[in-house]
């Protein structure tokens, strides 16, 4: 098991992590993952999906060749609604999100795909680097490293979406990344339909609600603060639809 979520019914979803030997033919690996849903008493376990597990790639260490994971891997997003049983599950190599409900009716949400490019001097590869930098320096030399992390090559363009997000309402909000305004969402509702599109500041989401968003924003020195913003929705005519 790799990770695991208890839901409004009580039940758990565990997430499993598929163990297996690397084929040292290949230069990039992924594994599978799956989802189980786990009654409270453990007796009834059943299988939600299987996808695909993060994506690492192969590169020569002193004792042979080494798995790491690359800058903007490509895994798998688990959302699950904090008021009730719905849960979505995606896998960051293609634009769809498949979507649970607690009765096991499943819907499927599409986008047209257009992930942005990765910028020169992009902050998540800067921060990839320096955190496996860090992580290898406490086994090798400074220098042994950095040629290992040198063996890793950026991508183009960044995943098809970053993170997934329910929030009280049971919208499904998918992270696609940086833009000109900011991070930018799509927001589709329960029956998969898309809402709009929105822009945040770059946070770490905590909880979104009818009309607000809570996160951790940090600022220029990394100072980290918890902030709350209002989501100013458009106006509904008489019937019930948007103006």
């Known amino acids: 098991p790799g990770t695991a979520k208890v839901l409004n019914s009580s039940e758990i979803l565990v997430r499993l992590i598929e163990k297996g030997k690397d084929d040292p033919a ?9 989802a189980l849903h786990v009654s409270f008493d453990t007796v009834v376990i ?38 009730g049983g719905r849960l979505c ?23 047209a795909a257009n992930p942005p490019p990765v910028r020169e001097f ?28 040198d063996q890793v090559a950026i991508p183009a363009v960044r995943p098809e979406y970053s993170d997934l997000i329910l929030d009280s309402e049971g ?3 998918v992270e696609l990344g940086p833009g000109e305004r900011g991070v930018a969402y799509l927001v589709f ?3 998969g339909e898309l809402h709009g599109e929105l822009a945040m500041p770059p946070m770490r989401v905590l909880e979104i609600g009818s009309d607000y968003v ?7 020195l990394q100072v980290q603060s ?16 948007s103006q």
């Not at 290949?26 to 799956?34: A, N, Q």
């Open 122 to 149: 992009d902050p998540d590869v800067a921060l990839w680097r320096e955190a496996t930098l860090e992580l290898y320096e406490s086994k090798l030399t400074a220098g042994e490293a950095r040629r290992l992390v």
């Open 171 to 173: 919208n499904l909000w």
């Open 26 to 34: 290949k230069d990039r690996i992924r594994g599978r993952s799956g």
């Open 214 to 220: 809570l996160g951790v924003v940090r600022d220029e």
């Open 46 to 83: 059943d299988t939600v999906a299987w996808f695909g597990d993060v994506e690492q790639v192969l590169v020569d260490a002193p004792w042979g060749r080494q798995p790491v994971v690359p800058p903007l891997a490509r895994n798998s997003s688990i959302a699950v609604h904090p008021g």
């Open 89 to 111: 599950i995606g896998d960051q190599n293609r634009p769809e999100v498949r979507c649970f409900e607690e009765d096991g009716r499943s819907t499927s949400v599409k986008w």
């Open 189 to 191: 509702d329960s029956a």
């Open 226 to 241: 918890l902030q709350m913003f209002k989501i100013d929705k458009p106006p509904r005519s008489v019937d019930g639809g």
